[in-house]
């Protein structure tokens, strides 16, 4: 008989105790997955639109709630030697119907970022016409497709082209003509930021240097705003720092409350045995293997209960990347890495829970622990 | 004495700050190989006497002694009780969980016995105690008797050179209570362990080579 087998006979003997603890820890690391899991996935979904189109920096307002920027600062972006191109963008997040919310881009019709989408259907749209391009998963969502006519925010567009990007967002993403999203968001003469390319490196200089140098520029010229490079921005995003604070917080409370679930469960179950424990230091058990025992019971409940949650975790994230409403920002992809750390931490809230319990239980004297009726 | 194993001396336990005097300075020498009964009614210290030979408890002063060195002083009680002294309680205490054959080798897991060594010892010890067919039994599954007997298997798994056992026929019958009791004392003999029971059953005192009565704490005759 191994010593791990009897730790697992202690739990089954309260086969429903453990069953709602695991329950417990499940949900927790169920919001873990699916919560930070997704916010995750949203972040490198960022990086990845960022990347593919091809923007070295992107210039914002230094202010986190003001994130707007004049468009006329374009003008004078261009004007700076290391800059090649420079386009203004807006992006918003819009209910396109009561059951689809999407990312809608504003671009001007010439944008270098329209050379990275390819077009599945029709063409791209021409000035400042109400005309409106979609993703590939959005366009599905919607049941439009090139020729169609929908509604956005009470004003019709005509759908002109259907699109696959470099990222699932653009694929669950809507593109506007910049006049047009400025009109439907209210935001005459402002923008969310520019995107900025940059000259391409003289030989031998690294590309590390060149941005530094060219964010130095822009900042210098422009006071007021910041130039950020494609990985920062993902993960500044403020919808991913949303996303990300909302999950983590989501996710810490419903781990808080797994592992109540599991300290309650092991004071009870060392309560009850009291006069078991006292029989194992009165056979020789030392203080530390009695401790073993409890803690190894505690992780148990947390590795299970973690397994359950990363399984329904990836099952709600299949979900929300089904529903219409959700399936243009939610991939349901879960990297190993996540389920690793998700029952890493799953185990360590375990473990943390049983400490107490699990001293306490070693703490015992055998001769009361004995005589406890 | 040469062969002392075990001694008591002048050894007193109060609890609740002295309200409550178990033991009154109590002496006692057990030498090897013996098999010593302890008898006194109920509240008389032959318990708390068995705890402190055991080393489950510590004096309030005075010293256990195991081959002439205090246990409080040159002692892991732990170790000792794991490795020098087994234990057979009257309520046999055996854990729900576990298999007879599982129980037997609790007490092993303080070894450096492996996996497969623990479980043929602990057959040994079941078929030595007459349970060659309930090995995989619960604790529920045994007749008290059997019980008992999984409990002094139990008492054996490393090889202590003594054995206490308190009350151990307490919760059995007649039947039972001879066979438990021939059973320790041919267990006693061929191993040559000190065996020490405390019981009140006059019977079970004629079984051992000496009995001592124990009285409000104080050893009245030897």
Known sequence: MSFFRIALKNLLRRRLRTALTLCGVAVG?????????????????????????????????????????????????????????????????????PEVNALVYGWPEGSFEMDTLTLLQGRRFRGDQPEVMLGEVLAENLGKKAGDVMDIQGSAFQVVGVFRGGSALEAGAAILPLRQLQKLSDLGGKV??????????????????????????????????????ASVRAHNNQLVVLARSTAWGTSLIALFIGALGIANTMAMSVFERTKEIGVLRALGWKRSRVMKLILIEAAVLGLVGG?????????????????????????????????????GIAVVVGLLAGFLPAYRGAQLSPVEALRYE | MSDC???????????????????RGVDLVVSAGEFVAIRGPSGSGK????????GL????????????????????????????????????HLLPTLRALENVQVPMFETKLSLRERG??????????????????????????????????????????????????????????????????????RRKMVLVVVTHEAAIAQLAQRTIQIRDGRICSH
């Open chain 2, 47 to 54: 318990s708390t006497l068995l705890h402190l030979l055991g």
């Open chain 2, 120 to 189: 043929e010892k602990a057959a040994v010890l079941l078929r030595e105690v007459g349970l060659e067919q309930r090995f995989h039994q619960y604790p529920n599954q045994l007749s008290a008797g059997e019980r008992q007997r999984v409990a002094i298997a139990r008492s054996l798994a490393n090889d202590p050179e003594i054995l206490l056992a308190d009350e151990p026929t307490g919760n059995l019958d007649s039947e039972n209570s001879t066979k438990i009791m021939a059973m320790l004392a041919g267990i006693q003999a």
């Open chain 1, 307 to 343: 397994c359950l949650g990363v399984a329904g975790g990836w099952l709600a994230l299949r979900i929300l990347a089904a529903l219409p409403a959700t399936a243009s920002f939610v991939t349901s992809s879960i990297p190993g890495r996540h389920c690793v750390e998700a029952l």
């Open chain 2, 5 to 23: 194993l075990l001694e008591a001396r002048n050894v007193t336990k109060h609890y609740e700050e002295g309200r409550i005097q178990a033991l």
């Open chain 1, 192 to 229: 969310t930021a520019f995107n900025v390319r940059l000259r391409k490196a003289s030989d031998g200089e690294p590309d590390e240097q060149r941005i530094q140098q060219a964010r130095t520029a822009i900042e210098a010229a422009l006071p007021g705003l910041k130039a950020v490079p």
């Open chain 2, 57 to 92: 408890d510590q004096p309030s002063s005075g010293e256990i002694l195991f081959r002439g060195h205090s246990l409080a002083n040159s002692f892991d009680l732990d170790a000792y009780r794991s490795r020098r002294v087994g234990f057979i309680f009257q309520a046999f």
């Open chain 1, 29 to 97: 690391i169920a919001a873990f997955v699916a919560l930070v899991g997704f916010s995750r996935s949203f972040e490198q979904e960022w990086l990845k639109l960022y990347e593919s189109s091809g923007t070295d920096l992107a210039v914002v307002q230094r202010t986190f709630l003001n994130t707007t920027v004049d468009e006329g600062v374009g003008e004078k972006l261009r004007s700076i030697p290391a800059v090649a191109d420079a386009e203004p963008m807006i992006v918003n997040l819009m209910d396109l119907t």
